[in-house]
């Protein structure tokens, strides 16, 4: 009971925002810029808290490494549901708006 009491008592709260920066200190006023920094940076007991935005998480998306204890899990959790959007994905570039919801882009002969 001790070791469990222990590792919540350390336990701390990690923030990531849009705005963020990876090399800040991950605090509610310095917050990491990015998820996959906030995922370094936790250990059993953590919380992190997503601030409202967009995060691109590249083509590989997300790999998430650590998964805490059954008595101190680690937790993601929007500040506000609902505002947060997470993108596996690339932007795409040389694209033209063509007409409606089509988008065109020339393409080199192979």
């Known amino acids: 009971m001790v070791c469990a ?10 923030y990531v925002s849009p705005l963020g920066n ?18 370094e ?4 007991g953590d919380t992190v808290v997503v601030e409202d935005g967009e995060y691109s998480l590249g083509r590989g998306g997300l790999t998430v490494t650590k998964s805490g204890m059954a008595d101190a899990p ?11 959007t997470l993108r596996a994905s690339e932007k795409l570039a040389g694209f033209e708006h063509y007409k409606g919801k089509l988008w065109r882009a020339r393409l080199d002969k192979a």
Do not use: C, H, M, Q
């Open 22 to 39: 990876d090399k800040a200190a991950g605090s509610e006023r310095e917050p990491f810029g990015t998820l996959a920094r906030a995922e």
């Open 74 to 84: 680690i937790a993601y959790r929007a500040r506000n549901p609902g505002k947060v």
């Open 41 to 44: 940076a936790v250990k059993p």
């Open 5 to 14: 009491t222990g590792a919540l008592a350390l336990a701390e709260t990690f």
